[in-house]
């Protein structure tokens, strides 16, 4: 769909991907996989101090309104899109703050 429907406001997305690895790559107990994304994908792991897995802290987060993928026992995946807005992304940091 944003490839045909929505191209017009891919930068919009790829710029909230960005505030986003931004903001996770500054909360203790995540990595931020590789660098800032150039696409609207945001991969970050839970560091090897934090005893949880991905798993519980996606359920944590699910209980406070915020939904992000799992993708490994200590990895997530999060994609911005056109239901994403900025303060979905401030809820998303201040979220995995409380949680962590």
Same mark, same amino acid.
């Given at each position: 769909v944003?490839?045909?429907? /929505? =191209?017009?406001?891919?930068?919009? !997305?790829?710029?909230?991907?960005?505030?986003?690895?931004n903001g996770l790559a500054g909360i203790p107990g995540l990595s931020l996989d590789n660098s800032v994304p150039d696409t609207n /994908? =945001?991969?970050?792991?839970?560091? !090897?101090?934090?005893?949880l897995y991905s798993s519980q802290v996606a359920a944590r987060l699910t209980e406070k309104g915020v939904k992000v993928g799992t993708v490994g026992p200590r990895r997530f995946r999060m994609v911005t899109h056109y239901w994403i807005d900025d303060e979905?992304?401030?809820?998303?940091?201040?979220?995995?703050?409380?949680?962590?």
């Open positions: 944003a490839l045909d429907e /929505m =191209v017009e406001r891919l930068g919009e !997305d790829h710029r909230r991907a960005r505030t986003l690895a /994908m =945001v991969f970050v792991s839970l560091k !090897d101090n934090v005893p979905g992304i401030e809820q998303t940091l201040k979220e995995f703050n409380q949680v962590l």
